[in-house]
């Protein structure tokens, strides 16, 4: 797990975009209440807050994905 100073220094925000938690469930077929106990739990990226909205990179939540495939398939 990165710091958040070494995160930043990894997102592009030119190259990335800003993905919502509906983008996040159609994308994994997992509801947001499932993902919020992640958050929780530490085990998925934290939100990006724009006032009461909440967002995270496309990125991080690809990346995440990946992790996720690789670990279930050791």
């Known amino acids: 797990i990165h710091s958040f100073g070494e995160v930043m220094n990894e997102i592009d925000i030119y190259k990335d ?3 919502d938690m509906l983008f996040i ?6 509801s ?3 993902f919020y106990k992640l958050i929780q ?3 998925f990226p934290k ?3 724009f006032g009461r909205n909440s967002r995270w ?3 991080e939540v690809k ?4 992790e996720r495939i690789k670990s279930s398939r050791q």
Request: hydrophobic share 30%; net charge negative.
């Open 17 to 19: 975009r800003f993905v």
């Open 25 to 30: 469930t159609e994308l994994t077929g997992q």
């Open 32 to 34: 947001d209440k499932w």
């Open 41 to 43: 739990d530490g085990k």
């Open 47 to 49: 939100p990006i807050k």
């Open 57 to 59: 990179t496309e990125r």
């Open 63 to 66: 990346e995440w994905l990946e």
